[in-house]
Nanobody
Framework: EVQLVESGGGLVQAGGSLRLSCAASGITFETYHMGWYRQAPGKQREWVALITSADGSTSYADSVKGRFTISRDNAKNTMYLQMNSLKPEDTAVYFC???????????WGQGTQVTVSS
């Protein structure tokens, strides 16, 4: 059974930091491109950041560039999102997504809530 389990969400004041984790099981983690997405109340889910399987290249949405850092530890089958300088508009449920098999396989986690107070 494939599982992606997010953790690390919570309530933080504006300007603060959080580190999200996404622990994967049931997949060959190092072969999967991994990404973070978020969905705020009343809004569509949006892409936040991506890290590739091959060389660990990263890319970010403009809204988080320079504040968030995505990383992965293939030995631990875990992906991370370090979030600094958080803003109230970062409040959302954060989801991790894994894509493998050249797009044939796609898995999502259940999400973790991040709330940033002003």
């Amino acid at each position: 059974e494939v599982q992606l389990v997010e953790s690390g969400g919570g309530l933080v004041q504006a300007g603060g930091s959080l580190r999200l984790s996404c622990a994967a099981s049931g997949i060959t983690f190092e072969t999967y491109h991994m990404g973070w997405y978020r969905q705020a109340p009343g809004k569509q889910r949006e892409w936040v950041a991506l890290i590739t399987s091959a060389d660990g290249s990263t890319s970010y949405a403009d809204s988080v560039k320079g504040r968030f850092t995505i990383s992965r530890d293939n030995a631990k089958n875990t992906m991370y999102l370090q979030m600094n300088s958080l803003k109230p508009e970062d409040t959302a449920v954060y989801f991790c997504r894994g894509v493998g098999g050249r797009g044939l396989y796609e898995y999502w986690g259940q999400g973790t809530q991040v709330t940033v107070s002003s």
